[in-house]
């Protein structure tokens, strides 16, 4: 529907990256990514060209507003 409405572009947040079994994890992250993939280009999207991948805790607010301190996510 998205698309329907002229947005070309989309930001995906990853959430709930600081929950106690992930701990900002690169392979959950990239995990995640990867199963959302086929989704993305089912809904018409290129997830290489049109799509920007974050990682985010929304409960304490990481990387929404300012960028993720490096000792708590050295591969972002």
């Known amino acids: 529907m998205a ?3 002229g947005i ?4 995906v947040a ?7 079994s992930v701990k900002w994890s690169k ?11 086929p989704f993305i280009l089912s ?3 290129d997830p290489e060209k049109d799509c920007i991948f ?8 990481d990387n929404l507003k300012d960028p993720l ?7 972002y």
């Open 69 to 75: 301190n490096k000792n708590t996510c050295n591969w």
């Open 54 to 61: 974050v990682p985010i805790s929304g409960l304490n607010g």
């Open 14 to 20: 990853v959430n709930k990256m600081d929950e106690p």
């Open 27 to 37: 392979d959950r992250y990239t995990e995640i990514i990867a199963s959302l993939k």
């Open 8 to 11: 070309y572009k989309l930001v």
């Open 43 to 45: 809904c018409g999207y």
């Open 3 to 5: 698309k329907s409405l």
